[in-house]
Every structure is written in structure tokens, then in C-alpha cells.
């Protein structure tokens, strides 16, 4: 929001104070700059993450984190959504990017309060989120006919989009390779380890596979994408995924597993995207069929690239979440 709208937004971050970034520190000190700001009649909208932990754990974790005695608590940080519970005039709208597709019940008082609740990995069985959170198990027929169901409404999808800090890739780059991956496999998804199997038996069949070892640069990593027809882009900890919008930004085309979420402005498959399922040898055949028409190859990054810039940057994020939010009626609570 404050890329978006520099001029028009306080901000409070858990992170260190930027004075020319007009950004506030959030920490204990500053509550009460913190509290002032959300009761100032001028407000117009409040923008929240959610914060993880009620605020008697955050502050077991911090009694006994060895951090918080070298000056780097995160106390104040995650007590900063809990200043929500107490009586503010704008409308709240919660930002929720985590890997996780739930939401813990510390949060729940957000969902209660917000007018809109933006979820990156949202099941698209919305009522899955208090699985083992709110609910004990699976949420059964009662729980969804329960208090909770008003709010079930409030809830959208949102992606990652395009990272803030995006660099400009170059335009008109030779293609010098099939298919390009960057990104972990150990400790990471299952879907990750299967299909990189694949990708390497296709590398030894004579495909141009491009894998670097290592982390490679913001740059260097953009012109990588570039040079590729593909981009393999499998789900990480959560089915977003920033390289699904990054390699169309830089002209490939972006190869997903089939999407796990309801998702926000889709990349729909064969106009902006190619997906494949999981199940082996779907990687595989996807590949072949892509690569066999590099005309559809064009055209997909094509149309990808322009249904990104108008939807999956971050100021095109910013201004879904502010129309959303303020656009709907006054009378929602």
C-alpha cells in the first residue's frame, strides 16, 4: 500500500526505520503513535497482516527467545494487529500472504472485525481454513452453519504478484533454452522433488535444461527467464508463487502444477499459463506438447505478460485491495 500510495499512507513496519521512507517502526514504544494513527477521524482505511499468535504466547516466545535479550524482540511487531481489538472508525482490510492455507485462531478476532480478509492460499472450500485451528478436525456440517458463517463472505483471494523490488528484464532475448528452474528442492514440496526427476531424464534425452546451481541474482535470474521457452514454476510452500508472475514479466511462459487455490485474476491455462498434474508423467508429456509449437509458446507469453502488468504488480494489488475495501457498503461489518 505504500508503494502504491507513498503520499497518502502511514506506515508501520517491523523492520528498521527508513526516515526517508517516511515508515514508522513498529515497536512497544510506538504504540501509542500507532493507536493515534488508527483513531484519526481522517482515516480513510486500515491495512493489516495477521499477526500468528494471541498476545500471552508472543510473549512466552519472548521471554524465552534469546533474541529478545540482545535488542531484536518481535513483540511489538506481532502486538501490532491486536491494537484492532479496540475500538477504531476505518475499515480494516487483512493482507494475509503466508505460505499456509488456514487461519490460526489469534486471528480470528481480524476476521471478525475486517470488512474484507485477502488470503493468498485460499482453499477454495473457504471453510478449510479453521481446519485443527478454529475446528478440532474437519469443519463439519454444524460448525458451517454456526456464528462464523457471516464472515465466510468476507474473504477474497490475492496473489503475490510481482515482488516489489522487480527489476525491468530485457526485451527481444534469444531463446537459449527449453525449459529453466531456480529454486529449492530439499525442504521444500513433494511436487518440487517428483517433477525435477522428470526434468532431468528430459535433459538426458537432449532438451536445453537450465538449472543453476545456487542463488542466483535478481538480474541474472530475470535474464535466465528470458532466455528460456519455459519457466517450470511448481508450488513451493504455498501454490502461489512470485517465478509464476516473473517469468511471464520476462517473456517465457510459466509450466504449474495444477492450481490447490482460488485465485485472484488467474493465469488461465493456455492463454497466459501452462499447467500439467502432478501424477507422473504429466511433467513430461506437458513439455513435449509446449515445446512442439513455439507459436503458442509466443502468443501465451505473450498475453501472460500483459494480463501481469495490468493485474500482478504491486500497485495493480494495491488498488484491488482499496476499490474492494472501500467500494463495499457502508453497512458491512
Known sequence: MAAAF???TQTFLPMPLKPDAGWTKLSVPNFGTLYGALRDPGLSLIVTSPSQLAPWHMLM?????RRSWSGQSRFGPGLGPHLLRLPVRAPIAVIDTGDFPYINRADLFLLKRCRFYFKRELPPDHWRLFT???????????FRQGNLRPHIDKLRPISLGLPPDAIDPPDNIEKTSDIFYAGAVEGSSTVRRSGLREIVALRDRGLRVDIPEGRLPRQEFYLRCAQAW??????????????HYE????GAVPLINQPTIERYRPLVQGVHALYYDPEPGF???AVEAALADKDRLRSIAREGKAHVMAHHTMTAIANYVLQTTLGASADRT
Request: proline share 8%.
Open 6 to 8: 507513498p503520499d497518502q
Open 61 to 65: 516466545r519472548t521471554l524465552f527467545d
Open 132 to 142: 485443527k485451528t478454529v475446528h478440532r478436525e474437519h469443519p463439519t456440517r454444524r
Open 230 to 243: 519455459l519457466v517450470w514454476s511448481p508450488e513451493g510452500l504455498g501454490w502461489d508463487c512470485f517465478r
Open 247 to 250: 517469468a511471464l514479466a520476462c
Open 283 to 285: 511433467l513430461t508429456q
